[in-house]
Structures are given as C-alpha cells and as structure tokens.
C-alpha cells in the first residue's frame, strides 16, 4: 500500500508557494530584490563554519542563518533527511520527477557498483563545497548550485556552464 506523507507533502507546496510568490513579486515590483542565498539553511551551517575557522560570515549571512543552520543541523541528527526531503526545493524537484518517472515507467534504480560510486561522489561535492566555503568564506556552491542559478536568474554570481550541468544532473538524476 502506497501511503502519502501529507505533513512532507504540505512542506514541500509551502516551500514551493513561497518560492512562487518571491519570483512573481520580484517580477512584478520593481523595487524588491530577494535574497535568495539569505533563506538557505545550508548556507547557515556554512556561514557558521566561517564564523568559527575565520571569524567571518560568508557574503551576506547574519546570525539569522546561523541559527536556521544550527536548527537544520539538529534537525538532520534528530530526523535524518529532514532537510533534503522536507524543505529543500531541490529535493522535492528531483523526487516529483523520480514520481513523474515511475507514472511513465521510465525510472530504474541503480545498484551495485554505480550506486556506492554516486553515494560517495554526493558526499564528496558536499565535502568540497563545504571545505571551499570555509576557506574562502564565500558560499562556494552559489556558482553551480541549481537552485540559486534558478532563482537569481542565472545572474554574474553564477557559472551557467556548471549550474546547467547540476540542473540536467538533477533531472536526469
């Protein structure tokens, strides 16, 4: 029996909305400029690297995001996936398609050898981004993520060829 998470799926509308609603304001009032990389969890936790191997906060993070950091990290030793299930609009792309794919029977799972190769190679970006963003104490993985590329409109911060590439990765993926 199929059973649908209704609180997952009600976080993951709500998080889509807010994004709809911040492109259509931002489309349609000329004088508000979201900060898309300003809501990001993620980017707390590596704000709050920076903070404590620099004593810098990468860009424009404050202690609010810091805090919504601090509050993901909790989340992810206290519920797991939390994040890339619940909030992250990456997470719930990748799995409406991975739905979208099995409707039209076009998904297969790997396994073996090429699943441990991708698990590690995830952590490994992961690593990476993290460790360049402490060193650098800028949010390394602005450049190539999909969804900052997205939501700032592939802007100067952006490499288009590596945010294109994560993007096909997503839904390929």
Known sequence: MNRKNW?????????????VVAVFRMLFSKGYTPDFEAYCPFGGV?????????????CTMTSMQIMMGIILFAGIVLFSRLFCGYICPLGTIGEWIGKLGEKFKIRFTLTGVADYALR??????????????????????????????????????????????????????
């Open 120 to 173: 590690f190679l995830k952590y490994a970006l992961l690593f990476v981004t993290f460790y360049f963003t402490l060193k650098s104490s800028e949010l390394f993985c602005k450049k190539f993520d999909p969804y900052y590329a997205t939501m700032s409109g592939f802007n100067s911060d952006v490499v288009v060829l590596w945010a294109s590439l994560a993007i096909l990765a997503l839904v390929v993926g």
């Open 46 to 58: 590596q704000a709050l690297g920076s903070y404590l191997t620099m004593n810098s906060l990468s």
């Open 7 to 19: 609180y997952k799926l009600i976080y993951q509308f709500a998080i889509i909305l807010i994004l």
